[in-house]
């Protein structure tokens, strides 16, 4: 849960960087689509174990709850 939240917060700053690039250089907007792309392959890894893994729990806990 706390990687998710770093990444979060680290593509929340990489967007505001971006924006404010954006404006001072007058750079494209699909600057912030390169930038959302990018994220999603660099996290991609880590957002499909959190849920795999968060759907994992779930499925042991209804386990549990039945037994």
């Known amino acids: 849960r706390r990687t998710m939240i770093g990444h ?3 593509l929340g700053l990489c967007i505001a960087a ?3 690039a954006r404006r001072v250089f007058g750079l494209p ?3 912030i689509a390169t930038v959302l792309i990018v994220a999603l392959i660099v ?3 880590d957002i499909m174990t959190f849920m795999r893994l968060r759907a994992r729990v779930t499925e042991l806990r209804d386990q549990i709850e039945t037994s």
């Open 18 to 20: 971006v924006v404010l």
């Open 8 to 10: 979060a917060i680290f």
């Open 43 to 45: 996290f991609g890894w």
């Open 29 to 31: 907007p699909q600057v």
